[in-house]
């Protein structure tokens, strides 16, 4: 079986965008692939986060992966800093990458851009793209699925793997992105020119995952559409694609059939038709979340049970990364 490996980080609350974009795709994969789908703790450390509230997330990540469909016994779910062998290898691609091109990473440029004058930058923020190499690269992963956003860190994965490969001997697998069409990129709801963020400060640009109903229906008649007034799909009306496009990625249809309905009709109506599509999608997965996160014990069997089956796989790799490289084995 080819494998999969993919995460989302829990530095904020899942949003609509990592669900269409990520999560969502990832559940059909289960059967085909043999999947590693994981809670990237430790990317979401970049930024300082609070550390009652990361506890939190991570188990209710573990929640929201499971409502949503992934089943801990096709697949292995798991946090990644209870796997220690993702920090290792990443120290050794470290030694592997160059400056330059982590220099070029458009998030690393994005989020350092973002912030204020004088605030220091992490060295993790810049190093983030090569802790996710190892990610990749330690499962010998065939394909990694991603919203579009993420697709350069994931040629940087191959790039490195292809450079330790030939520095040393054949190692690494040469992972490959899949981005899913309709939802590669769902963007902003205050600003349809920017991706939808779990760490914006304005809570009107996003849908959460556990967002209630009410909120829901709420940030979407706030959504910042155009003064054309008439459901079209083009870059014209960003914010109006945008909404389009959520519908598309959670029914599956094409945008024709979604401006074909709303023809002759106005964005209220559009944008209350959006949010119950929304909601239609997100309740069931909310109802099964509260239940799951009723016995954490339940949940804490499953992640480390994925931590032990995830070690498995990934020491092998690193010890043949020390292997390679020319470290002194202990035993
Ligand atoms: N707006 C989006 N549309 C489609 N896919 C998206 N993803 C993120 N935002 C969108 C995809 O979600 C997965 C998990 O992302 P992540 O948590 O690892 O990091 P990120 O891409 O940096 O996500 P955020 O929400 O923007 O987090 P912050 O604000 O903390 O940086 C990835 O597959 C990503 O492509």
Redesign the pocket.
Known sequence: KKIVF???????EI?L??Y????KNWIGLQDEYECFYCI?DL??IT?RQEPKDLRRRVLEILAIYIAAGLNHEKSTLFVQSHVPAHSEASWLLTCTANMGELSRMT?YKD?TAKLKENTSISAGLFNYPVLMAADILIYNTNLV??????KQHVELARDIAQRFNSSYSDTFVLPEAKVSES??????LQDPTK??????DNENSYILLLDPPAVIRRKISRAVTDSVGVVNYTDEQPGVKNLINIVCAIQGIKPEAVVAQFEGKGYKDFKEFVAEVIIGELEPVQIKVKELLENKEALAAIYREGAQKASRVATRTLRKMQKKIGLLPLE
Do not use: C, R, Y
């Open positions: 993919s995460a989302i980080k829990p530095s904020g949003t965008g990592n269409l974009g990520a999560l990237a990317h979401a930024v998030q989020k699925p991603v919203g579009v956003d993420q939802a590669a990129k769902i963007m902003d991706k939808m963020s779990k760490s914006d």
